[in-house]
């Protein structure tokens, strides 16, 4: 990889013990073995399944591209035209604007955004109007809550007929500005104001509105790096709002890498460790092995409530990482690394916390390392653990686990017991608004298994909307086994 010249000279990089694959679309996956599961209709269990054709995709879709919004009103995929040039299609319209395209997706609003090229330059459709950019490749997109405004970041080249790089944003389809790096901008609730922080000339700030709020001094200690130049303070730098349109920001100022909630300092580290989401890596930068660190993409904050929470590991060769709320230890626990694969859960009232930990580094990949901790209670070990999510009243917790290393090892939990069958791979379970059902898309063997209560009502080859769970226990679904698309709904019986 490209970016392992650049790091091997400045960082040591310190394997996770546990390898956990986490992929984008939310799921934890290990080798898929066993036969497919069986075809269900009709009556399953304590649920009616029924089953909708949507559309048959044509000869020439390209796989894995179709995307629908989340009313399932919408659709989006990608063909590849008599030229071989990826087009995409909205709704049964082949779109002319963009050619190369890339993976169509939907804003919460259900508009389509698609990239692709245009003269020669890259561009976003976004809702159709195309945005020019200066970028190499297609980027991430984030959206309000409602959908209705969207940003982007990424790399330039900065001019001058160098090869140095800038940062560039966009919000709503307009450029916001030019930076050294910059963070990925966070809008607030009703998405009437986003918040980013920006680095120019070692300096880091706070910006609202696409305005500096604080510039903040620069580091006046010995910090750790960012790993590479332009377009990567995402993945140190978060900014978050609160339920109460405060923010919390891990920035750069005087003290090393402080977390700022409303202005306030809750702690400072002199080093920003890069690892966890879809990373099997802990990197920790040289000269660094005994300082206070923070791992800055487990920063969360609660729905509902004014509460952050992260790792963080104090300073000393004795150190060890643990969770903390709103800059206080949540509990007694600590480790000698923290959990890679996701950051801690908050439930919405902020009341309620839980996260993995790995106690000790297992020796082998068959050793049960990893437990679950909520509200200080310790259940297992198991090999693996994904999906932690608590219900919207806050009642109840959810999270699947794994007992092995491979094949059918996954299990889901409903308040720290066993709930359902197995599966060779699992993504997050989805709770009913009143806490009273539960369902989920998994894997067994080369089929997608849809499960609501913990009773397996049916499988396809691809699942394209995560399901959505009634108070009745209703869910709805769509899916695809080969060309077809396919609406599945249930009811209780």
Same mark, same amino acid.
């Given at each position: 990889?490209?970016?392992?010249?650049?790091?091997?000279?400045?960082?040591?990089?310190?394997? &996770?013990?546990? &390898?956990?694959?986490?992929?984008?679309?939310?799921?934890?996956?290990?080798?898929?073995?066993?036969?497919?599961?069986?075809?269900?209709?009709?009556?399953?269990?304590?649920?009616?399944?029924?089953?909708?054709?949507?559309?048959?995709?044509?000869?020439?879709?390209?796989?894995?591209?179709?995307?629908?919004?989340?009313?399932?009103? @919408?659709?989006?995929?990608?063909? !590849?035209?008599?030229?071989?040039?990826?087009?995409?299609?909205?709704?049964?319209?082949?779109?002319? =604007?963009?050619?190369?395209?890339?993976?169509?997706?939907?804003?919460?609003?259900?508009?389509?955004?698609? %990239?692709?090229?245009?003269?020669?330059?890259?561009?976003?459709?976004?809702?159709?109007?195309?945005?020019?950019?200066? /970028?190499?490749?297609? *980027?991430?997109?984030? /959206?309000?809550?409602?959908?209705?405004?969207?940003?982007?970041? +990424?790399?330039?080249?900065?001019?001058?007929?160098?090869?140095?790089?800038?940062?560039?944003?966009?919000?709503?389809?307009?450029?916001?500005?030019?930076?050294?790096?910059?963070?990925?901008?966070?809008?607030?609730?009703?998405?009437?104001?986003?918040?980013?922080?920006?680095?120019? !000339?070692?300096?880091?700030?706070?910006?609202?509105?696409?305005?500096?709020?604080?510039?903040?001094?620069?580091?006046? &200690? *010995?910090?750790?790096?960012?790993? /590479?130049?332009?377009?990567?303070?995402?993945?140190?730098?978060?900014?978050?709002?609160?339920?109460? +349109?405060?923010?919390?920001?891990?920035?750069?100022?005087?003290?090393?890498?402080?977390?700022?909630?409303?202005?306030?300092?809750?702690?400072?580290?002199?080093? !920003?460790? %890069?690892?966890?989401?879809?990373?099997?890596?802990?990197?920790?930068?040289? +000269?660094?092995?005994?300082?206070?660190?923070? #791992?800055?993409?487990?920063?969360? &904050?609660?729905?509902?409530?004014?509460?952050?929470?992260?790792?963080?590991?104090?300073?000393?060769?004795?150190?060890?990482? @643990?969770?903390?709320?709103?800059?206080?230890?949540?509990?007694?626990?600590?480790?000698?690394?923290?959990?890679?694969?996701?950051?801690?859960?908050?439930?919405?009232? +902020?009341?309620?916390?839980?996260?993995?930990?790995?106690?000790?580094?297992?020796?082998?990949?068959?050793?049960?390392?990893?437990?679950?901790?909520?509200?200080?209670?310790?259940?297992?070990?198991?090999?693996?653990?994904?999906?932690?999510?608590?219900? #919207?009243?806050?009642? @109840?917790?959810?999270?699947? =686990?794994?007992?092995?290393?491979?094949?059918?090892? %996954?299990?889901?939990?409903?308040?720290?017991?066993?709930?359902?069958?197995?599966?060779?791979?699992?993504?997050?379970?989805?709770?009913?608004?009143?806490?009273?059902?539960?369902?989920? #898309?998994?894997?067994?063997?080369?089929?997608?298994?849809?499960?609501?209560?913990?009773?397996?009502?049916?499988?396809?080859?691809?699942?394209?909307?995560?399901?959505?769970?009634?108070?009745?226990?209703?869910?709805?679904?769509?899916?695809?086994?080969?060309?077809?698309?396919?609406?599945?709904?249930?009811?209780? *019986?």
């Amino acid at each position: 990889m490209k970016s392992d010249l650049l790091l091997k000279s400045a960082i040591a990089v310190v394997a &996770v013990s546990m &390898v956990v694959t986490v992929a984008a679309c939310e799921k934890v996956k290990t080798v898929l073995r066993g036969p497919p599961a069986p075809i269900y209709s009709g009556i399953v269990g304590h649920s009616s399944v029924q089953r909708t054709d949507v559309l048959t995709l044509p000869e020439n879709y390209r796989e894995s591209s179709l995307a629908f919004s989340s009313d399932a009103k @919408h659709y989006a995929y990608l063909v !590849n035209d008599p030229d071989g040039v990826r087009r995409a299609v909205v709704d049964g319209v082949e779109s002319q =604007a963009l050619a190369d395209c890339s993976q169509p997706e939907f804003s919460p609003a259900g508009k389509p955004f698609f %990239w692709g090229m245009k003269d020669g330059n890259v561009a976003l459709s976004a809702d159709g109007r195309i945005v020019r950019t200066p /970028f190499a490749r297609d *980027e991430a997109l984030v /959206f309000s809550k409602d959908g209705a405004r969207w940003a982007t970041i +990424g790399p330039a080249p900065a001019g001058g007929g160098d090869s140095s790089r800038v940062a560039v944003l966009f919000v709503d389809g307009v450029q916001v500005g030019r930076y050294g790096d910059v963070s990925f901008p966070e809008f607030d609730r009703d998405g009437k104001h986003y918040a980013f922080l920006f680095l120019n !000339n070692g300096q880091m700030s706070l910006a609202v509105d696409g305005k500096v709020s604080v510039a903040f001094a620069k580091p006046k &200690v *010995e910090i750790s790096m960012m790993p /590479f130049p332009a377009s990567t303070m995402f993945l140190l730098s978060p900014v978050r709002y609160l339920s109460d +349109g405060g923010i919390v920001a891990l920035a750069q100022d005087a003290n090393g890498w402080t977390v700022f909630k409303n202005g306030k300092a809750l702690g400072s580290y002199r080093q !920003n460790v %890069w690892g966890g989401g879809n990373f099997n890596t802990m990197i920790s930068f040289g +000269g660094f092995e005994e300082a206070a660190s923070i #791992q800055g993409q487990s920063l969360v &904050v609660a729905d509902d409530a004014p509460v952050a929470a992260w790792w963080e590991r104090p300073a000393g060769k004795d150190g060890r990482w @643990h969770v903390v709320v709103d800059g206080k230890p949540a509990d007694a626990f600590s480790a000698p690394l923290f959990w890679s694969a996701e950051p801690p859960a908050l439930s919405r009232d +902020g009341k309620r916390l839980g996260y993995s930990v790995i106690p000790v580094p297992a020796k082998d990949d068959n050793a049960n390392a990893a437990y679950v901790v909520i509200d200080g209670t310790k259940r297992g070990p198991y090999h693996h653990v994904w999906g932690i999510r608590f219900t #919207q009243d806050s009642q @109840h917790f959810a999270y699947a =686990a794994a007992s092995g290393p491979e094949g059918n090892a %996954w299990s889901y939990y409903l308040d720290g017991k066993p709930f359902g069958t197995k599966y060779s791979s699992v993504y997050r379970p989805v709770f009913s608004s009143n806490g009273r059902h539960v369902a989920w #898309q998994a894997e067994r063997g080369n089929k997608q298994v849809l499960s609501v209560d913990g009773q397996d009502i049916a499988t396809a080859d691809e699942v394209l909307l995560r399901p959505k769970v009634e108070d009745t226990g209703a869910t709805s679904w769509v899916v695809r086994d080969g060309q077809k698309v396919t609406a599945i709904t249930t009811a209780i *019986e």
